[in-house]
């Protein structure tokens, strides 16, 4: 099979070749893996090549909906036995994993050939993919941006056609941010359905969850019904929706009323383009006979939540740094100086303060629940800015030597007074505040490459559903997908 015949399949028509004969798992791997070693050169999407795992896979039987389909994971909470989870941290490079997480099991069971681990953030802390112990992840449409993150690599590997669909997760707008950057769709679950075992019962208090960037809303559809069911060691036993979700995107849902806006209290302005998408995803919704109504401002205080969610985030990471240094001896020249600093501002805040911004979601959630008893939908642009330049947010010169003093000298409580948060909360949350808000509530949402910008970039539409509204997403997905699509879509690195 050549190149461009093989990025013409979504991975469910790929797993239809191979159950046809028509071509063999090996052939699709042979494909994908020489494609990889083209293209990744440039973009430093994988990281971890597993070609001798792959090899093995194939000595076995595959079975499963996407049985012989080329596949990658994350190389954070996906954990495969045998090989490290680097986490995007110089600390954790060399340290195997005792067992597969239970969602690389999963995918293993549907047939997957898992054959390598893709580029994040260290700890999948920020919105960007530029670690530094592998460098740079890059967008395939414009090798000068970012492909977003956490899930970056997974998004930049996707886009470029060497696997169809591929391994992400999101716990602030991780797959979201991505597939909006790379022209993909991106579908966080809610909380609980996806489990995060067998270590965790779940990830930051169920704000982070797994799922996939893809190309197609059925592989998306599809790799949920993988993926999604409770296990022994999971915090909640999660409903399903009667049929499968692969199912209910070839179903056009009832017209829905839907509200949006743009403007947030982090950037009031939002780029043109961001707010060209979400308009676009308007007019084909009312073309589609549902309503969409513009909202004066977000239905929930997105300031104060903006606030809870770094605070928790950072808290959350100290932990995560404090617990590396204790499975691996290492201290913290093993850790870069953003992490560091995002720890000190976290261990700077009290378990009061800490709880206190966990505790709010409470009110942003009841703030939801009512915005649905009239509204069945929440849309806004998923970026409020185009994806920004490799570096953009490397910490000015000043500020670098001045954190660096304070983080050596044990001081680095002092950092919160210095205007660092003021940066971090810019560059963290200002050109991706729309994301959030599910990961704190624990609703599913879901982001669609409906726009390009006229200089060839994508730019996606988010919407956010109430509890349990997987099943809608994707079924109002479809019927997207099918007026505007977009499969056809991907880049050559021309």
């Not at 977003?148 to 991780?174: E, K, L, M, Q, T």
Request: aromatic fraction near 6%.
């Amino acid at each position: 099979m050549r190149t461009d015949e093989y990025r013409q399949y979504d991975g469910l028509g790929l797993a239809e070749l191979v159950a046809q004969g028509d071509v063999t798992p090996r052939e699709l791997l042979d494909c994908a893996s020489a494609h990889a070693k083209s293209v990744n050169p440039a973009l430093n999407a994988i990281v971890r090549p597993m070609s001798k795992q792959a090899d093995e896979q194939l000595t076995g039987t595959l079975e499963g909906p996407f049985a012989g389909v080329p596949f990658l994971i994350k190389d954070l909470s996906q954990d495969y036995a045998g090989l490290p989870t680097s986490s995007g941290s110089r600390s954790l490079t060399d340290l195997p994993m005792p067992e597969h997480s239970t969602v690389v099991q999963r995918w293993l069971d549907a047939g997957l050939v898992i054959f390598g681990k893709t580029n994040t953030p260290e700890f999948g802390a920020k919105g960007i993919t530029e670690p530094t112990v592998f460098g740079p992840a890059r967008n395939p449409w414009d090798r000068s941006r970012t492909p977003g993150g956490s899930s970056g690599g997974s998004a930049a590997a996707v886009a470029a056609g060497i696997v169809p669909v591929a391994g992400a997760n999101d716990g602030g707008g991780s797959i979201r941010i991505p597939a909006a950057c790379c022209g993909l769709v991106g579908l966080k679950p809610g909380r609980g359905l996806v489990p995060s075992g067998p270590t965790f019962g779940e990830a930051m208090h169920g704000a982070a969850v797994h799922g996939v960037v893809s190309r197609s809303v059925r592989d998306t559809a599809a790799m949920l019904d993988v993926l999604a069911g409770g296990e022994a060691t999971s915090g909640y036993s999660p409903a399903r929706p009667d049929g499968t979700f692969l199912s209910r995107t070839q179903k056009d849902p009832k017209a829905l009323r839907i509200g949006m806006y743009a403007a947030t209290s982090v950037n009031p302005a939002p780029d043109p383009q961001a707010v060209a998408a979400m308009e676009q995803a308007a007019k084909i919704l009312t073309d589609l006979g549902h309503t969409v109504e513009l909202l004066d401002t977000p239905p929930f205080d997105d300031a104060a939540l903006n606030r809870e969610f770094l605070l928790a985030w950072f808290t959350y990471l100290a932990w995560e740094m404090d617990e590396t240094k204790r499975r691996t001896g290492c201290g913290d020249d093993k850790f870069e100086r953003d992490t560091r600093i995002m720890a000190a501002l976290g261990r700077s805040a009290s378990g009061v303060d800490y709880l206190e911004a966990v505790e709010g979601r409470h009110v942003h959630v009841r703030a939801l629940a009512t915005y649905f008893e009239t509204y069945d939908l929440l849309l806004t642009p998923t970026l409020a800015e185009l994806p920004p330049k490799i570096g953009a947010f490397d910490l000015a010169k000043p500020l670098q030597l001045a954190s660096e003093l304070l983080l050596r000298s044990k001081t680095a409580a002092v950092l919160k007074y210095t205007g660092i948060v003021d940066q971090m909360i810019d560059d963290n949350i200002s050109w991706i505040p729309y994301t959030q808000l599910a990961n704190v509530t624990g609703r599913p949402a879901l982001t669609l490459p409906v726009h390009w910008t006229p200089d060839g970039l994508p730019m996606g539409a988010h919407f956010t559903a109430p509890l349990g509204g997987e099943a809608l997403l994707v079924q109002l997905a479809g019927q997207v997908e099918r007026a505007a699509p977009w499969v056809h879509r991907y880049s050559t690195l021309d």
